[in-house]
């Protein structure tokens, strides 16, 4: 019923090299209809199902998806955060060389970035993504803003996937995983 276990199942097959299921369960997220509390999940989704088609390296059989949805959009830096709490609200601050912070409350930065719609009653994914990135060091951080949820299950974990050269060749990946202590706290992911 929610589209975060669908894109993490896509993308732990993409990273087995399980290209074909890994496409055909993305686009899983990306055709169907979901709750209004998952804003920009499958134009998230669909940047990433482009990208693992465009760098498997094999012919993968695309006849099920919409043919005008095909298309890699590369990017120079991408970062995506996720959490493992439901009705959860955890904001991804990205900030850039010239000291310019993309939130969800100002989305479109002068250099071109571009920060998705907030989650605030989901898992995530939130989304940062610049076409050319200027040279220089981009802090990124997360800031929990607080929860809806009755915590049986401890303190809520984020995940936050930075990628240089999403969609291409080059690509390079890091993945970080932080356990958040209580709301309102703002902690630092890495640069």
């Given amino acids: 019923e929610e589209p975060q276990s669908y894109r993490d199942l896509s993308l732990a097959l993409a990273a087995d090299r399980q290209y074909q299921p890994a496409i055909d369960t993305l686009y899983e997220v990306v055709a169907k209809p979901w709750h209004g509390r998952f804003p920009d999940v499958e134009i998230i989704t669909l940047a990433e199902l482009n990208a693992v088609i465009a760098t498997s390296g094999v012919k993968l059989?695309?006849?099920?998806?919409?043919?005008?949805?095909?298309r890699n959009l590369p990017l120079d830096l991408r970062v995506v955060l996720t959490w493992d709490a439901d009705n959860t609200d955890?904001?991804?601050?990205?900030?850039?060389?010239?000291?310019e912070k993309a939130f969800y409350g100002h989305q479109l930065t002068y250099q071109g970035g571009r920060m998705s719609l907030d989650f605030t009653g989901g898992y995530g994914p939130?989304?940062?993504?610049?076409?050319?990135?200027?040279?220089?060091?981009?802090?990124v951080e997360?800031?929990?803003?607080?929860?809806?949820?009755?915590?049986?299950?401890?303190?809520?974990?984020?995940?936050?996937?930075?990628?240089?050269?999403?969609?291409?060749?080059?690509?390079?990946?890091?993945?970080?995983?932080?356990?958040?202590q209580g709301r309102q706290e703002t902690v630092y992911v890495g640069e």
Avoid: H, M
């Fill in 61 to 70: 059989d695309v006849s099920r998806i919409e043919p005008r949805l095909i």
């Fill in 90 to 99: 955890i904001d991804l601050w990205v900030t850039d060389p010239n000291g």
């Fill in 126 to 139: 939130e989304e940062f993504s610049l076409k050319r990135a200027k040279p220089g060091k981009y802090k």
């Fill in 142 to 180: 997360a800031q929990y803003f607080g929860d809806r949820r009755q915590a049986v299950t401890g303190p809520t974990t984020l995940q936050v996937k930075l990628a240089t050269r999403f969609g291409t060749a080059e690509q390079k990946e890091q993945s970080i995983t932080l356990r958040l």
